[in-house]
């Protein structure tokens, strides 16, 4: 996240200039004087326009692609930037000469100054050696002066690329060498696109001296610390000076100081310095014309001479070249165009489509860092003033703590002589009082300006004091409803400092609406931060209200691109039929459905649940209704406010709001979301469980090892959470909490709790004692389980036992009963139905052994037949597994349930072998391999056996140790093979030549070396036991082995013995030793590891075996035949559907379900609560604590001692400026009364204001609108830069305004513009020969020149405007010298709701008054202003009206109210000229009134770009300023509220 932090006062200054610098002083003095052009216009014609941003975003076809700079297109550059280097490299290199241009001087002309070394130089300030050629040649020119504009020319740059300052690490920056002209457009492209930065989302402008200057140790380390913190939790980039100097070097360091404290994971600060090619030393180094090399800077500043030299710990450097070396300031216009542009770009941080803001902060300085700060408030641009830096910084700090009455001349020279006294001995009485002027408006508009103290309350920090700084400035801004507030809340998500909006914006001054927080909920939601979403829960959003199909939908569509689910989802719609493919021109439009959603969730959660979002019919989407009002709040181009367009009836269309949610954040993996979520759910146990089911099923699919790791811990965080509520409730009602497992979820697809876990595998869930005492109680089904095993057992063999009460039953009718009911409940117990399959399947083996070893005959016994009737039952039950579907999931899922399971594909194979068996003994010629077939297959029917012991706790787990390490022997095996075959292979054929039969093979290759493991030691291995008598020579024997290789005549073995021995021994030392030996230990590593869970694990796989009796038949096979028909019967003949087991799948009633679901909620607060309070109580959390406590403690004492000593500076202060007033209030009384005289009033000295004892900080926020108390001059009109020219007034300071005062310094420049309506308008005249012929005074023709204050003076052929100097003569931009009369309308009705009843606000009615608006104007105006001579009505209501109403509106001014009649504080008045006006109020108190309808049947704006509408009366309207004095007049004329 990226800032963007300008640095403007890096020039050289009288004070702070390195050596050499004096002779250019003055240059970069006039050009910081000069103010662009850019800056000057500050208004339209007809209305105010100073410090407003601007209107209108640049052109982005300037730069191609020039928004596309996002955070996620910064990661695929980021990415490129890995592997695509040199590519990346390429491309910058051909587009840089293309588009970026330096400046050359092409003329030489000799310059009267020498260099430093003494050298001829040309006017540009280069010698003629770095000159072109050309340049040096005779030219057509020559003779003539030297003119920057023709003897400069743009060429292609040859400087830029990659940056590393030799012997300060290996760290990369960037640089460019670009024009003085270049388009800002062209360079913030080479910023985003080239350079790969993320879209700035705060620019901070930081001015200062240029000069190193001396700063308080703790002042400069809270400085340092703030401003990174601020550009790093932002997103900040930093634009300086870059030299490394002064500010530049200040923000250098603390960029420097934060990158060796911090990781890599918390983000670059990005440091981009803007400075003057011509000023920077050593720059020949970087001069390269193909770039990226990267170019070693070195940094020598005891060479560098009155040049500076750029600073090492910025990251990128822009240097701005005019064609001149050695001229300072030459950057400073570039660089607020730059910021202009970049003001006007729209970044989407966190979800949030904001313009970048702009703050300046000030840090020392001198006279240019005041001309910044002054353009800056000009500009509607707030500071932040760090006070105790020195010089500007202070006296704006000491002038910022007074009343305006107090900021005078005599104050301003006091505070230069004390902070600046170097300057003020040689600063002219005109630069002061440009300063006091300059002060003045500064200090004047409070709500701009932020002095930041240390040790003041609540500015702890400068990063706090920045971020509040802009705050306050937006709340000063004027804004229609509520989109001030919304525009502060969406610069704190913006920047991710949620506390700056808790301690700003959600005070208790203003009450909000749940709904308005709903846009920048979605927001916080997509940018994932959980803790503006708790905010905003804790401020009223409820999710129930917030999550509407939209949004949700919205919220889908804007998953995070990296994530799993999300490349599920596009799979799912690449797939789905019927899409139609997208046409080449036009991108195909977004078709993601919740029922896409709910297909993946399927996948995730499982088959067995239902879908979560069906796919919808025609007309189930609810339709949204109502409009709202429009609020600038974007996401993703989408807008936000139109996802809570709903009608008054309108339902949420899930049944769990927060389930949704919930999901939406567990796919995308974000825990603190998911966790605060959580909280708020309903059905939280199924929520955790199915949380983890999600996480663990998207585990196995992700392929980033970490992602699957945090998926894995956060699923195992959700069942814990799941353990943690389930204890909570089963030590409060066990019945209550067993309810919760079966309960069947409607939110969740129609399952249960005890499903979900079991499907997720949460073993740990399913051994918790209360989810086991419930199976148990499941297991003995409506016997007590206190019943012991043998009593059961005999109650089996003999039932008349169950009427002797050997057997306790739970239920009372079952205690009391001694009829069938006590029979039919026992033997339909699983346990009882588990025992008597025992018994039963003991029987079948034993009956299906006795056949295979007694009585296996050709024709079948009345024993065989009995197994094959016990077989058939066995099928016939297996079936009713397979085609048993009571929750009707469908055959295909039944069936992958059912193979699912081992024991169900052991059962299927047994069956399959024994029909196989039973084919062959059918057949008299395969009686044999029959009986073959059958003695394999009982093998497998034994294994069975070990299912069924699994309910054992004592055999259970050591079965599933066994199922273990049978995989540890599938690997041991293959480790076995390879050593098995490799020996048995060499050594068959070193002892054999040819042995060609196959069983032979494999017995010496296989068997015998398989055997010698064991001992068995092959008999031809050595030659010892050597005999020809035991093997065949020829191998034509078939029971002897081949012999072999031997000497036939010596009858001796001929291999080689030493040979085969040595393999022998390294065969039996890798297998008997090594891999034995490893199998052991792979065996105790599995015993261990699964000893620890396999009580867990039992306890798990207890509850399948718990099933699976649960909804068996009764009757054991083979009688379970009977049952299987009973049971064809019902389900085929008779239709009758099968029903739910009630036991382990229970639908509750409505009100049963939310009285449980209630009971959830309470003590899922109260383990919550525990949490919380456990985590408090862990001895780490304490030890933070108590250091949060003591860091605390020593702040506030470290605070208080300097408010101590700010307070005592500050009285002692007071008390020297009291003794004086009354030094000079003594001396004005003895002149008095020695002149036999009381003195006149005027030279009455002022007692001195007593300041407040504590130092409080006399700043007014961005509410106060009322002047400061002697602050009564006008304002407007002495604003220093004339509206649409280029003409800067004369500084007048509040005590110099009136003529009465003496101003002998008074010089102002006369300006009158040339207006194209020179029919209407006076002649121009001049300063040396005014106008003649005008009437002053009195009605001159057409033209009314009377004052509505009286008779004004007339000095020098012009007249004198009755409320003082302006600092400019002239008529200026108005059309009469004198007074120029306006009328300015007021139409107003009463605001009324839809019920026609007139809408209140604190008790007072509301009003709507008519405004229009001008194309080129941000703000909105009243419908009056100069007339036609003639005329009755003005031009800006003709513009608006139509004709044939202009008789009847004329009638309605004369019926009308007048309000207001006087003069206007307006920017176009000078000395000459100036504008009165008359407010007439015309109000319509009723709706009906017929004038009213027939107005607004009339009204129509005349010029496409105008606008005209009825507007809220209200303080905070965007109107300008003398039309909301009057507007107030008319609201308080009639009781209304503003």
């Not at 200040?250 to 011509?278: K, M, P």
């Not at 010892?1024 to 010596?1050: H, I, M, W």
């Not at 699976?1108 to 096979?1117: D, L, S, W």
Request: charged share 25%; proline share 6%; net charge neutral.
């Amino acid at each position: 996240m990226l800032s963007c932090l300008a640095l403007r006062g890096v020039f050289p200054e009288p004070s702070a200039s390195p050596a050499g610098v004096k002779a250019s002083w003055g240059r970069a003095e006039a050009a910081l004087t000069m103010e662009p052009p850019a800056l000057r216009k500050a208004g339209s014609k007809q209305e105010e326009g100073f410090g407003v941003p601007p209107r209108r975003v640049a052109d982005p076809g300037v730069v191609p692609n020039l928004r596309r700079s996002n955070s996620s297109l910064c990661k695929v550059r980021r990415s490129q930037n890995l592997f695509g280097n040199s590519e990346k490299q390429e491309n910058l290199s051909s587009w840089i000469p293309e588009n970026i241009k330096k400046k050359e001087c092409v003329y030489f002309v000799e310059s009267a100054k020498l260099s430093d070394a003494g050298r001829v130089v040309c006017e540009c300030g280069y010698m003629r050696q770095q000159h072109l050629e050309e340049a040096t040649r005779p030219h057509a020119s020559q003779g003539k002066d030297w003119d920057p504009k023709k003897h400069v020319q743009e060429m292609p740059t040859d400087a830029f690329g990659d940056i590393v300052f030799t012997g300060l690490g290996q760290r990369v920056g960037k640089y460019v060498r670009l024009s003085q002209d270049t388009p800002p457009g062209v360079i913030y492209h080479l910023m985003t696109r080239y350079w790969g930065l993320d879209v700035p989302s705060l620019l901070i402008s930081v001015t200062g001296g240029a000069k190193d200057f001396n700063m308080k140790p703790r002042l400069k380390s809270v400085f340092r610390r703030g401003l990174v913190k601020v550009a790093q939790t932002t997103g900040a980039w930093i634009i300086t000076g870059g030299s490394h100097t002064g500010v530049m070097k200040q923000v250098g360091e603390a960029v420097r100081d934060f990158t060796l404290s911090s990781s890599h994971h918390e983000g670059e600060v990005v440091t981009i310095g803007v400075a003057t090619w011509g000023t920077v030393h050593n720059r020949e180094d970087l001069i390269h014309p193909s770039g990226g090399f990267p170019a070693e800077y070195v940094v020598d500043e005891e060479g560098q001479g009155h040049l500076t030299c750029l600073d090492s710990n910025h990251s990128h450097f822009i240097l701005v070249d005019d064609g001149t070396h050695g001229r300072y300031g030459v950057e400073i216009p570039l660089r607020t165009r730059l910021e202009r542009f970049i003001s006007e770009q729209t970044t989407e941080r966190g979800g949030v489509a904001i313009k970048i803001p702009i703050v300046c902060v000030v840090l020392e300085g001198g006279p240019g860092t005041l001309h910044t700060i002054y353009n800056a408030i000009t500009n509607g641009t707030p500071c932040v003033v760090v006070a105790g830096s020195g010089r500007v910084a202070d006296v704006l700090a000491q002038a910022a703590g007074l009343p305006m009455s107090e900021v005078t001349i005599s104050r301003t020279q006091r505070s230069l002589s004390v902070f600046c006294q170097e300057m003020f001995e040689t600063l002219p009485e005109s630069r002061v009082v440009e300063w006091t002027k300059k002060i003045q408006d500064i200090v004047r508009r409070r709500q701009l300006l932020t002095i930041f103290r240390e040790g003041k309350d609540g500015q702890q920090d400068v990063d706090v004091a920045i971020l509040q700084a802009l705050l306050k400035a937006s709340r000063s801004h004027d804004h229609v409803g509520h989109e001030n507030w919304d525009h502060q809340l969406k610069l704190a998500v913006a920047w991710d400092r949620v506390d700056i909006a808790r301690s700003e914006i959600f005070t208790d001054e203003r009450q909000r609406k749940a709904s308005e927080l709903h846009p920048v909920m979605v927001a916080a939601l997509i940018s994932n931060k959980p803790e503006f979403v708790k905010l905003f829960l804790e401020n009223g959003v409820r999710l129930q209200e917030f999550v509407t199909w939209d949004t949700l939908l919205h919220l889908y569509r804007n998953l995070d691109p990296c994530c799993l689910f999300h490349s599920k989802l596009q799979q799912v719609l690449a797939e789905e039929p019927g899409r139609p493919a997208p046409t080449p021109p036009t991108p195909p439009a977004p078709c993601l459905q919740m029922h896409h959603v709910a297909q993946v969730l399927r996948e995730l959660l499982g088959d067995f649940t239902q879908p979560l979002y069906p796919r919808p019919r025609t007309g189930d989407r609810p339709r949204l209704l109502l409009p709202v009002p429009n609020v600038k709040l974007h996401v993703q181009g989408v807008r936000l406010r139109s996802l809570y367009k709903r009608s008054p009836g309108h339902v949420a269309f899930t049944m769990d709001p927060v389930r949704d949610l919930l999901i939406w954040a567990v796919v995308q993996n974000r825990r603190e979301l998911a966790e605060i979520i959580w909280a708020q759910s309903q059905d939280c146990i199924a929520a955790a469980l199915a949380c983890s089911k999600i996480l663990k099923e998207l585990s196995k699919e992700e392929e980033d090892t970490d992602s699957s790791e945090e998926m894995l811990a956060l699923a195992d965080e959700y069942e814990h959470r799941a353990i943690g509520v389930f204890t909570e409730c089963y030590r409060k009602d066990e019945d209550r909490a067993q309810k919760l497992l079966t309960r069947v979820s409607e939110a969740w697809g129609k399952t249960t709790c005890l499903q979900l876990a079991l499907e997720a595998k949460d073993m740990k869930f399913v051994s918790h004692g209360g989810v086991q005492a419930f199976l148990t109680k499941v297991w003995w089904g409506q016997l007590c389980v206190d019943n012991r095993l043998w009593r059961v057992i005999l109650c089996m063999l003999a039932f008349p036992l169950l009427y002797t009460g050997l057997i306790s039953f739970r239920e009372r009718r079952l205690r009391a009963g001694r009829g069938l009911l006590r029979v039919r409940a026992f033997f339909n117990a699983p346990v009882v139905i588990f025992h008597l399959n025992i018994l039963s399947y003991f029987a079948f083996l034993c009956v299906f052994a006795y056949v295979l070893m007694v009585d296996f005959q050709p024709t079948p016994s009345w024993c065989e037949c009995l197994i094959y009737l016990w077989l058939f039952s066995l099928v016939c039950e297996e079936l009713r597994q397979l085609f048993s579907d009571p929750d009707e999931f469908g055959l295909m899922k039944m069936a992958l349930l059912y193979f699912s399971d081992f024991w169900n594909k052991l059962d299927v194979g047994a069956i399959l072998l024994f029909i196989a068996g039973l084919t062959c003994r059918l057949i008299p010629g395969l009686l044999y391999p029959g009986r073959i077939i059958l003695s394999l297959d009982f093998i497998m029917f034994c294994l069975r056996l070990m299912h069924i012991f699994t309910i054992s706790k004592t055999l259970g787990p050591k079965i599933i140790i066994v199922k273990r390490m049978m995989k540890d022997v599938f690997f041991f095996l293959f480790l076995l093979a390879v050593w098995v075959v490799s020996f048995g292979v060499a050594k068959q054929a070193i002892l054999i030549h040819n042995e060609r039969r196959v069983d032979w093979i494999f017995r010496g290759v296989v068997y015998q070396s398989y055997l010698t493991i064991f001992g068995q030691m092959p008999a031809f291995i050595d030659g010892v036991n050597f005999s020809l008598d035991q093997c065949s020579p020829n191998g034509t024997d078939p029971y002897k082995p081949k012999c072999p290789e031997s000497d036939a005549v010596r009858q001796e073995p001929a291999f080689p013995e030493w040979l085969t021995v040595i393999l022998l021994c390294l065969y039996l030392l890798f297998t008997n030793i090594l891999l034995l030996n490893l199998l052991i230990a792979m065996f105790n590593y599995t015993f261990q590891q699964v000893q620890e869970h396999t009580d867990q694990i039992w306890k798990f796989q207890r509850h399948d075996l718990i099933e699976e009796y649960q909804g068996r038949p009764p009757a054991p096979p083979p009688f379970i035949v009977l049952s299987h028909l009973h049971l064809f019967i019902k389900r085929v003949v008779l239709k009758i559907p099968a029903r739910r087991r009630k036991q382990l799948k229970n639908k509750l009633e409505k009100n049963e379900e939310a009285a449980l679901l209630s009971w959830e909620i309470y003590l899922k607060e109260s383990y919550l609560q525990n949490q919380q309070y456990q985590q408090k109580q862990r001895p780490e959390q304490k030890i933070q604590d108590i250091g949060n406590k003591i860091s605390t403690v020593v702040d506030l004492l470290e605070m208080e001692s300097l408010k101590r000593s700010g307070s005592t500076g500050q009285r002692l202060a007071s008390l020297e400026e009291q003794v004086a007033q009354m030094s000079r209030a003594l001396h004005w009384v003895i002149k008095a009364l020695r002149d036999g005289g009381f003195g006149s009033e005027e030279g009455i000295p002022a007692p001195a204001p007593q300041k407040a004892s504590e130092g409080q900080d006399l700043e007014l926020d961005g509410r106060q609108e009322e002047e400061d108390v002697g602050d009564s001059h006008h304002v407007n009109a002495r604003h220093l830069l004339y509206p649409d020219s280029h003409v800067t007034r004369f500084p007048v300071p509040n005590e110099k305004v009136p003529w009465e005062t003496e101003f002998p310094i008074y010089q102002p420049p006369f300006y009158t513009d040339d207006r194209k309506d020179k029919g209407f308008v006076d002649p121009a005249g001049s300063a040396r020969e005014p106008p003649s012929g005008i009437s002053y005074n009195a009605v001159d023709g057409p033209t009314d020149r009377r004052s509505f204050h009286g008779v004004y003076a007339v000095q020098d052929g012009l007249p004198l405007n009755p409320m003082g100097r302006t600092g400019l003569r002239g008529r200026g931009a108005l059309g009469c010298f004198g007074p120029n009369h306006t009328l300015q309308p007021v139409i107003t009705r009463w605001r009324r709701n839809q019920d026609g009843a007139i809408c209140r606000k604190s008790i007072k009615k509301m009003l709507e008054v008519l405004v229009v608006k001008h194309p080129l104007s941000e703000h909105w105006a009243l419908p009056g202003g100069s007339r036609d001579p003639g005329e009755m009505l003005p031009r800006k209501l003709k513009q608006v009206l139509r004709r044939e109403f202009w008789s009847s509106f004329q009638n309605l001014l004369t019926q009308g109210t007048e309000v207001y009649k006087g003069y206007v504080d307006d920017p176009r008045n000078t000395d000459n000229a100036w504008i009165e006006t008359v407010a007439i109020s015309i109000h319509f108190p009723d709706q009906s009134d017929m004038d009213l309808k027939r107005l607004n049947s009339h009204l129509h704006a005349c010029d496409p770009g105008m606008s005209v509408r009825w507007q809220v009366v209200d303080k905070r309207i965007p109107l300008y300023a003398n039309h909301k004095t009057i507007l107030r007049k008319v609201a308080a004329l009639y009781g209304a509220f503003y």
